[in-house]
């Protein structure tokens, strides 16, 4: 039952890519650690929400690690170098200035077409803050 659902998710690949560009890894990585912690998903229908959520937390995990082994602005030349598009890397600045709950957001509503009731399923928080954190990030 756990493959099936885990394949049938072609939008974790989106979200990983967001995150960090390379999707594969970071899939991997959550793909593993949510079948250590299958038995922990009491409702079947919240898959994505908890799937997601543990992908966030795998990108985000990496993207300190990254932090740490290159402190120096290393990192985000070599990221730039495999960008194309010059608009992508300008949002992609501005989408890390951002704290991390609005960068979910804005990344789960804009790049990944999530509604606000799937978002706030993810981080288990009330629609009405998900709707209150948009506009906060917008305007930064």
């Not at 999707?23 to 079947?44: V, Y």
């Not at 937390?57 to 030349?77: Q, T, V, Y």
């Amino acid at each position: 039952m756990f493959e099936n659902r885990l394949r049938s998710v072609g939008r974790l690949y989106g979200i990983g890519f967001s995150y960090l560009h390379h999707e594969a890894d970071a899939l991997q990585e959550a793909s593993c650690k949510a079948w250590i912690k299958r038995r922990s998903l009491k409702d079947e229908s919240a898959f994505l929400p908890w799937m997601t959520r543990i992908l966030i937390n795998c990108c985000m995990d990496e993207l300190r690690r990254r932090k740490r082994i290159f402190p120096s602005d290393r990192a985000g030349e070599d990221r730039a170098a495999e960008m194309v598009s010059s608009n992508r890397i300008d949002l992609d600045r501005m989408l890390a200035k951002l704290p991390a709950k609005h960068r979910h957001v804005v990344i789960l509503k804009y790049e990944q077409d999530l509604t606000l009731v799937e978002i706030a399923r993810i981080p288990n928080e009330p629609e009405g803050t998900i709707k209150s954190w948009l506009p906060k990030a917008l305007k930064r």
